[in-house]
């Protein structure tokens, strides 16, 4: 008989390290609250802020706030559906930290593939909670200026650091740039031929732009991509973008884009530092590029084309007629 609970005990324990100190809840997910902050636990319609990483069990990241710079936002759900990771964070209140297993065969239907990439039994997820404004008894417009105020608050601490990342990022990178009277930073790493392009020149431009951290968002360039797949697109075609320079409307690019190209001549090659306000400001450009985000540009100047002198000028528009 103690031979025999002595073998269950010992399945016990061999079971509680395999789940490695996580509950499973409802659904099949399994929960481990590493930061037990005091407080009261994030309630349906509550307003949640937290900072998340997606990985995969050998620890390869698929997904992070803290790579777009801010916490995401929503508001927790009534009804959250067992086993799903929102569900999670009803034992979760401020301040608290969390690491949560979901089980991958179970986030698929049935006899639908996996996205490539993705192996082992779980997907990790690690949450923070940055912020919770409980809904409790509050009207829909107390509630609502409760939320309004925390984005404010979160955009102005944003805005005012950016000075500091965008220091501290040319000083890590040992960028020798100038500062023009607008604050874009550039430094010209080729020098190229003639004159420099102008307002109404039709330039080629091959570029790649990435966040502070050196996180890739966008790219002309198909050897850029596929050094990081995530950001490769099969079905694009990669090549130089044509536009022209100062354009107003459809077609036009961010201020930083603007003032940089002018700097450039044919063949030139330049790194641009954008501050946000020559870029996407306090709307940011989601979901890769948040609020106040500078951003970093390499950019070659492949043919600047100068606007035909003889080509017809577009008619006047006529006058309204008065009444």
């Not at 301040?95 to 990790?124: C, E, H, N, Q, W």
């Not at 944003?158 to 220091?167: F, L, W």
């Not at 307002?199 to 990435?210: F, K, L, M, P, S």
């Not at 070659?300 to 100068?306: A, D, F, G, R």
Request: proline fraction near 7%; charged fraction near 25%; include cysteine.
């Amino acid at each position: 008989m103690r031979k025999n609970l002595m073998i269950i005990a010992a399945a016990a324990l061999g079971l509680a390290s395999c789940k490695g100190g996580f509950k499973q809840a409802d659904g099949g997910l399994l929960y481990n609250i590493r930061t037990d902050k005091s407080g009261p636990t994030i309630k349906p319609g509550d307003f949640v802020s937290l900072n998340l990483v997606l990985k995969t069990e050998g620890d390869s990241v698929l997904g992070s706030t803290y790579e777009l710079g801010r916490p995401a936002p929503q508001i927790m759900e009534k009804n959250p559906r067992k086993g799903d990771v929102t569900s999670a964070f009803l034992f979760l209140s401020e301040g608290d930290s969390a690491t949560v297993k979901l089980a991958i065969d179970s986030m698929f239907k049935k006899g639908a593939p996996r996205p490539p990439g993705i192996k082992g039994k779980y997907l990790v997820y690690e949450i923070k909670v940055e912020k919770v404004i409980a809904r409790g008894n509050q009207t829909e417009p107390v509630f609502n200026a409760h939320i309004t105020d925390y984005f404010k608050a979160q955009g102005e601490l944003v805005k005012k650091q950016e000075p500091a990342k965008i220091k501290k990022y040319v000083e890590d990178k040992k960028l020798k740039t100038t500062t023009t009277a607008s604050g874009l930073q550039y430094e010209i790493t080729k020098t190229g031929a003639g004159p420099n392009a102008v307002t109404g020149d039709t330039v080629v431009v091959n570029y790649a732009g990435r966040l502070l951290n050196g996180k890739l968002f966008d790219t002309s360039i198909k050897e850029v991509a596929l050094k990081e797949t995530k950001q490769f697109d099969p079905r694009r075609t990669y090549e130089p973008i044509k536009l022209v320079v100062g354009a107003v409307g459809p077609g036009s690019v961010i201020k930083g884009w603007d003032e940089g190209l002018q700097l450039l001549n044919k063949g030139a090659k330049a790194t641009l530092v954008i501050p946000s306000e020559l870029g996407w400001g306090e709307q940011g450009a989601p979901p890769m590029i948040g609020a106040f985000s500078p951003v970093t540009f390499d950019v070659e100047m492949v043919n600047i084309i100068k606007p035909n002198p003889n080509a017809p000028k577009p008619k006047a528009a006529p006058a309204p007629a008065v009444k």
